[in-house]
């Protein structure tokens, strides 16, 4: 699908790319917004490995699952916020190292990263809910 929706730095700014996000992005009219809740590292049957990098690419695969249910894919992502227990430098890399696997040309979603004290369920490392944009 033909990107439409910019995803810009503005000049006055730092340079987000390493941590693996954008400023903005922009949506033309005439699209539609499909709101994706918060996804974590739990598999169909509800497991969870206690394993950080192990719950963010599961994260990314259920947002994956609902968004192709929608006839999108991660490519489609706008805007993510994204939740992590005891967030440290570490999980940073780890995240910023996922998401560039996901978004080599480094045309990142916006997103706001939220350290938080724990999640919904019990052994829960991370939650990622995403916005994505539908060509209609």
Same mark, same amino acid.
Request: hydrophobic share 50%.
């Given at each position: 699908m033909e990107k439409i929706v910019q995803l810009i730095n503005p000049e006055g700014l730092y340079d987000p790319t390493p941590n693996a996000y954008s400023h903005l992005a922009v949506v033309p009219p005439g699209h539609t917004l499909v709101y994706v809740a918060g996804q974590g590292g739990e598999t169909i049957t509800g497991h969870l490995v206690n394993d950080f990098r192990t719950q963010v690419?599961?994260?990314?695969?259920?947002?994956?699952?609902?968004?192709?249910?929608?006839?999108? =894919? /991660?490519?489609? &992502?706008?805007?993510?916020?994204?939740?992590?227990?005891?967030?440290?430098? +570490?999980? %940073?890399?780890?995240?910023?190292?996922?998401?560039?696997?996901?978004?080599?040309?480094?045309?990142?979603?916006?997103? =706001? /990263?939220?350290? &938080?004290?724990?999640?919904?369920?019990?052994?829960?490392?991370?939650?990622? +809910?995403? %916005?994505?944009?539908?060509?209609?």
């Open positions: 690419k599961q994260a990314f695969e259920n947002l994956a699952i609902a968004l192709a249910s929608q006839q999108l =894919t /991660l490519q489609d &992502v706008i805007k993510q916020t994204t939740l992590v227990v005891a967030h440290d430098m +570490e999980k %940073l890399k780890i995240l910023s190292e996922e998401t560039l696997i996901i978004w080599p040309n480094k045309k990142f979603p916006i997103n =706001t /990263l939220i350290p &938080v004290p724990r999640l919904a369920l019990d052994g829960m490392l991370i939650e990622i +809910e995403v %916005l994505a944009v539908k060509r209609q």
